[in-house]
């Protein structure tokens, strides 16, 4: 069997209960959600989709406790379909088809049967859980889920490096088609953080001084993107993101999501909560966009 480490250093506790109270202070501080999750066994089941930011949880996990919250709220679906960005130059759509991710919290199942489907609908999948290995942007979503269901719940992990448009609505529809066939209940869920600010990213378009500049331009730049999104236009996301050369890193993953979700009936999305590193760090020399986005039927 095929197992997966957790190897994202430093941007989660890699012990159990270190994990089990870091994701509660996610839910319940001040940048946070403020409560902690509750399965609802009368849930509604409408989300079918999410974006999720995918930072140290000190820095992002609160943000992303808006998603999952309200994921919890909404029932308890069987299958996460994660696409996650590929930070370390693998391109395309890679997938992992059988195997566990063996996190502090426990094992998570990779549900087998769906992955084979899905590569099986798309022509621009690649089987290669190399990928996978040692990449952040789908391992820090799981201590949510695990909190959240106790990992009673499976996942398909696809992560996507350079890609286009072409491709993402191949492989959007391909994840849908599966999730029919199959008759699976899942939630599709988008990792990505948005614009990426300082020297250290080689990116200050309005310089860093004065730093209210600086923060102004971001939120607004996010905003815009963010609006791209609420309007579930995955191929103007892609399109803007690489026109203007902005450094939203899940600009593949996020458009894929809203293809994958528009397919299985989604008809809207909301943003529960945006904020930067800034707000939940204090930290001035890099700034990151976090959003939590739910797309539902």
Request: charged share 25%; glycine share 10%; net charge negative.
């Amino acid at each position: 069997m095929k197992v997966r480490r957790a190897s994202a250093w430093g941007f989660h506790p890699f012990n159990g209960d270190s994990e089990r109270r870091e994701i509660e202070w996610c839910f319940t501080s001040k940048h946070g959600v403020g409560k902690l999750p509750k399965v609802s066994g009368h849930g509604e089941r409408r989300i079918v989709g999410a974006v999720a930011p995918h930072a140290g949880l000190t820095y992002s996990g609160p943000i992303a406790s808006y998603a999952y919250h309200q994921i919890a709220t909404d029932g308890n679906p069987e299958t996460f379909v994660i696409i996650g960005v590929n930070h370390r130059g693998f391109p395309g759509f890679a997938i992992m088809l059988e195997g566990v991710w063996r996190m502090p919290l426990g094992d998570v199942e990779v549900d087998s049967d769906l992955a084979k489907t899905i590569i099986r609908n798309s022509e621009f999948i690649d089987a290669n859980p190399e990928a996978h290995e040692h990449e952040h942007s789908i391992e820090v979503q799981l201590p949510f889920l695990q909190y959240i269901y106790n990992n009673k719940f499976k996942i398909v992990p696809i992560t996507v490096g350079y890609s286009d448009y072409v491709m993402c609505e191949n492989v959007g529809k391909a994840i849908a088609k599966a999730v029919k066939d199959k008759q699976k209940d899942a939630i599709v869920i988008g990792s990505t953080d948005f614009i990426h600010y300082g020297p250290n990213y080689g990116y200050a378009p309005v310089g860093m001084r004065p730093f209210e500049k600086a923060l102004k331009w971001m939120n607004e730049t996010d905003k815009s993107i963010i609006d791209i999104i609420l309007k579930l236009d995955a191929e103007k996301l892609v399109n803007f993101v690489q026109e203007e050369g902005y450094t939203m890193c899940g600009p593949f993953s996020v458009a894929t999501t809203i293809i994958a979700t528009k397919e299985l009936g989604a008809k809207e999305a909301n943003l529960l909560k945006y904020s930067t590193s800034y707000d939940t760090s204090g930290s001035k020399d890099l700034i990151v966009g976090y959003g939590a986005i739910i797309i539902m039927r």
